[in-house]
């Protein structure tokens, strides 16, 4: 079982910056982690990918947030960030991480599946 928690939610006045990170943890000992991202999702709207990575550093942005956001991640501690800069009132949404994980099986083959945080808050406004 693979937990992943975020944390760096809040409040914050337009402008201003805030940084999520999320960490996985539980039984991960025998688990790769591919690909990480963040997705949000406001009320009444669909959830928008607003960054990912891979495990490589690579990194992919969401129209709305490219130029303001940094995502990057620590492959050692099995942790991705997001550094939001220059937030505005419309970045106001629910900020859910995710994780690609897969596994080998002692048949040769292996799962995969993607696993996600519980959510942070992140509200922007004066």
């Known amino acids: 079982q693979v937990q992943l928690v975020e944390s760096g939610g809040g409040l914050v006045q337009p402008g201003g910056s805030l940084r999520l990170s999320c960490a996985a943890s539980?039984?991960?000992?025998?688990?790769?982690?591919?690909?990480m991202g963040w997705y949000r999702q406001a009320p009444g709207k669909e959830r928008e990918l607003v960054a990912d990575?891979?495990?490589?550093?690579?990194?992919n942005y969401g129209a709305t947030v490219q130029g303001r956001f940094t995502i990057s991640r620590d492959n050692a501690v099995k942790k991705v960030y997001l550094q939001m800069n220059s937030l505005k009132p419309e970045d106001t949404a629910v900020y859910y991480c995710?994780?690609?994980?897969?596994?080998?099986?002692?048949?040769?083959?292996?799962?995969?599946?993607?696993?996600w945080g519980q959510g942070t808050q992140v509200t922007v406004s004066s």
């Open positions: 995710y994780a690609d994980l897969q596994k080998w099986l002692n048949s040769g083959d292996y799962d995969v599946w993607r696993a």
């Open positions: 539980g039984s991960i000992f025998s688990i790769s982690i591919n690909d």
């Open positions: 990575i891979t495990s490589g550093g690579a990194a």
